[in-house]
């Protein structure tokens, strides 16, 4: 069982950078592979990009690549989201998610067991 929390949401203006970390709590954080989603306003929740458990390969989301980068620090139980050159349709709740093992990266959030709460981002023009 693990435990997500997000931090590090705020305010930005348009090509602004930010840093989104996801801290874990439980045990064997690095059997977990870890994904961001995003929920933007009156929208369905999003797959943004993702980092797998036991080669740290990622993928992301067509909208967000090249832009953002998804990196593991196993150690300190932390994944996080580096968002530079950020635009407004970029305005979400960001979220993490958990999901032991797996040999690739899913997109679908129903796949996904174990979700942070969640913090927002904020691109204004």
């Known amino acids: 069982q693990v435990s997500l929390v997000e931090s590090g949401g705020r305010l930005v203006q348009a090509g602004d950078s930010l840093r989104l970390s996801c801290s874990a709590s439980?045990?064997?954080?690095?059997?977990?592979?870890v994904a961001w989603f995003r929920q933007p306003p009156g929208k369905e929740r999003e797959f943004v990009g993702g980092?797998?458990?036991?080669?740290?390969?990622?993928t992301y989301a067509d909208s967000v690549k090249g832009r953002f980068t998804i990196s593991r620090d196993n150690a300190n139980s932390m994944v996080s989201l580096q968002m530079d050159n950020l635009k407004v349709e970029d305005t979400a709740v960001y979220f993490c998610?958990?999901?032991?093992?797996?040999?690739?990266?899913?997109?679908?959030?129903?796949?996904?067991?174990?979700w942070g709460q969640g913090t927002q981002v904020t691109v204004s023009s």
């Open positions: 980092i797998r458990w036991n080669d740290g390969s990622t």
């Open positions: 439980g045990r064997a954080f690095s059997r977990y592979t």
């Open positions: 998610a958990a999901a032991v093992g797996g040999l690739r990266i899913m997109s679908g959030p129903s796949l996904y067991p174990h």
